[in-house]
């Protein structure tokens, strides 16, 4: 069992920038591909980005392109979203999750295991 635990969310303005962290307990982290989902109440879970095992390569939607980035150390089994620019609208619950076997994650019904969520909210 792989665990995720995300840390990073707060309060911030309009404008403003976090780094959300994703930490796994195993030792599995560089097989995996990671993806971060947020999710509002009464809402699905919406992807946000992902990036592969190795890094190499990110992905995100079209919703945050260019304003998140999303980075990962595998020496620290640690998977980072950085925001910049955020909105109102980006105001969520930010979960990480992975699996093993794909290039991006980016389907919420794909993932494996999750993470217990941190609360993004973006004052107006």
């Known amino acids: 069992q792989v665990q995720l635990v995300e840390s990073g969310g707060g309060l911030v303005p309009a404008g403003g920038s976090l780094r959300l962290s994703c930490v796994a307990s195993g030792r599995t982290f560089s097989t995996l591909a990671v993806g971060w989902f947020r999710q509002t109440p009464g809402n699905e879970r919406e992807f946000v980005g992902s990036?592969?095992?190795?890094?190499?390569?990110?992905y995100y939607a079209d919703s945050v392109k260019g304003r998140f980035t999303i980075s990962r150390d595998n020496a620290k089994n640690t998977v980072y979203l950085q925001v910049h620019s955020l909105k109102p609208e980006d105001t969520a619950v930010y979960y990480c999750a992975a699996q093993e076997g794909y290039y991006y994650l980016t389907l919420a019904n794909a993932a494996a295991y999750w993470g217990q969520g941190t609360r993004v909210t973006v004052s107006s």
């Open positions: 990036i592969t095992s190795s890094g190499t390569s990110t």
